[in-house]
């Protein structure tokens, strides 16, 4: 049997554009290593995906926080764990 090649999943292709948002952020974040990327990725996506979060929560529970629902239970908030 011949052995099939391997073809990427998806070829990013980079523009100018991209290429200047990349410089921008290495510039911005001081990036020099590996704990600099993540922490630049926490900055930039940890508020994204807590909006996220707490909109799939509001659609689970059928009503936002702060909100008064049918229960007796209503969500005011978090506490940290």
């Known amino acids: 049997m011949a052995r099939r090649e391997k073809q990427p999943v998806h070829k990013v292709v980079m523009t100018e554009g991209k290429r200047n948002i990349v410089h921008q952020l290495l510039e911005e974040y001081d990036i020099q290593t590996a ?3 993540q922490e630049a990725l926490k ?3 940890g508020s994204t995906l807590k909006e996220m979060m707490e909109a799939e929560m509001d659609e689970h529970l059928g009503y936002g926080r702060s909100e008064r629902s ?10 940290p764990k």
């Open 70 to 79: 049918d229960s007796d239970d209503y969500r005011n908030g978090y506490k």
């Open 43 to 45: 900055d930039l996506l």
């Open 35 to 37: 704990e600099d990327i």
